[in-house]
């Protein structure tokens, strides 16, 4: 369209605009290499992560995407939908175990071995992928060989595919073996040494590779921006949570918010304190390999410090909770890696701080029901007054230095000493008070 009181641009100006713009369009279309971190245990909040940031890699047609892996292991349902996410992305991965000194143990290397290229930095070590029964509980030979067998099978139906070793690597599961980058490198099953992305940019940029499906694609890497996909809020609070101690921590906190609110009704913050807490403490505890002996004796506990409470025992109720705390604790949750498990310190100070605040609190709202009123008409009741008249069917006491109408069941001279035992309206009934020698 040629605007009206504007003369039409030379043909040769037009052209000239047009190769003028060529390099600003070709800026401007720059290659996306989506980056992904995996810095943590590998549960189901991760391998959310990793899946949503797989499908954004689609959407945004990115060159690749670059998972950075430093990982202690995980739950194997978790590592084995990250490997399926990995396996089905639609466009290409690379998992690089860096930077120097972390390492992708156990489930992190099945996952480091599903990429279309397998990278490690110099100074990390992979392997140690044998599995371990949740629980610690001891499930025999014949199942513990079954549970080998089939990881071992899942390792190889996808390792050969990708052309690398899977006799060698299947070592890192039958018998535990953990390798260098460069030991990696030499037995086949990853595709290089690597310091960092920008290496990773320059040594692959125009690399031919096998996708998982068969096609071959031609890696376009050059001048690529690199875009970090974070986890949102609500993922990074999920998996802070998925840490077993501060959900077990989350726990009290909940049990004993609501405890007030049950006993203090209307106080309202500790109830919804407690209702967060707890709901969250749930979620962790739904996800994590959780024992029922665990969750029992933790009840147990909770229990005897509420009778400890109720009926002093002189203590033995109150040691009898702390060490059910203590064993439910250690057993609430037992990982495949230590990073799953429960801690000896925090489980220890959990269980002391809540026997000492259960009991101290139980025992502070029975004192309160069961002490008399201390204020109000109510609160003059046994108190010890005088009587400032003669006292009978009618009369003045003196209780609490105030003057009160009074009346007693017997005439009570000026100046004795009279207690209170009852209240009428405005009056109050009094009856004299025996001095004993």
């Known amino acids: 369209m040629i605007l009206a009181g504007r003369r039409p641009l030379p043909r040769l100006t037009v052209a000239a605009v047009a190769v003028c713009a060529i390099p600003v369009a070709a800026h401007a279309q720059s290659p996306t290499l989506l980056q992904v971190e995996l810095a943590d245990v590998i549960h189901p909040v991760s391998a959310e992560y990793l899946d949503e940031a797989l499908a954004y890699a689609g959407e945004i047609d990115a060159a690749a995407v670059v998972i950075r892996l430093d990982t202690p292991g995980g739950l194997v349902d978790s590592m084995r939908a990250m490997v399926e996410s990995i396996l089905a992305s639609p466009v ?55 549970i080998v067998n089939d990881v071992a099978a899942f390792l190889r139906s996808y390792v050969a595919r990708r052309g690398r070793n899977p006799e060698e690597a299947e070592l890192a599961v039958t018998e535990s073996k953990s390798f260098t ?7 086949g099953f990853i595709d290089a040494v690597v310091p960092g992305v920008p290496e990773l940019i320059d040594r692959f940029d125009g690399a031919e ?16 921006d690199v875009e970090v996909y974070e986890m949102n809020t609500r993922q990074r609070l999920l998996s802070a949570i998925m840490n077993p101690n501060i ?29 967060i807490s707890l709901v969250l403490a749930l979620f962790a505890f739904n996800l994590l390999p959780t024992n029922l002996t665990g969750v029992l ?7 005897l410090f509420v009778v400890e409470a109720t009926v002093p025992s002189g203590g033995i109720l109150a040691l009898g909770g702390v060490a059910a705390l203590i064993f439910g604790g250690l057993m ?29 609190l139980v025992r502070l709202v029975l004192i309160s029901h069961r002490k008399k009123a201390v204020t109000g008409r109510r609160g003059l009741i046994g108190e010890i007054g005088t009587a400032s008249t003669k006292v009978h069917k009618d009369g003045k006491v003196m209780v609490h230095g105030e003057y ?17 035992v009852g209240m009428d309206g405005l009056s109050i009934e009094v009856e004299p008070v025996r001095e004993e020698i």
């Open 92 to 146: 290409p991965v690379a998992v690089w175990v860096g930077p120097s000194g972390v390492r992708a143990a156990s489930a992190g290397f099945f996952i480091l071995l599903s990429g279309d290229l397998a990278l490690m930095a110099s100074g990390t070590n992979t392997g140690a992928a044998h599995p371990v029964s949740s629980f610690g509980a001891e499930i025999g030979e014949v199942m513990e060989e079954k």
């Open 181 to 187: 980058a460069e030991e990696a490198l030499e037995e």
């Open 209 to 224: 590779i096998t996708r998982f499906d068969g096609r071959v694609e031609t890696l376009a890497l050059e001048g690529a």
């Open 247 to 275: 959900a077990l921590v989350l726990g009290v906190i909940g049990l004993l918010g609501l405890y007030m609110e049950i006993t203090n009704p209307g106080l309202i913050f500790p109830g919804v304190i407690g209702g």
């Open 297 to 303: 004796l933790i009840v147990l506990a909770i229990g």
């Open 332 to 360: 609430l949750v037992q990982g495949p890696i230590p990073e799953l498990q429960m801690q000896w310190a925090p489980v220890v100070a959990i269980a002391l701080s809540l026997a000492f605040i259960t009991v101290f």
């Open 404 to 420: 009160w109408g009074a009346r007693s069941p017997q005439p009570i001279e000026p100046g004795a000493r009279v207690r209170v």
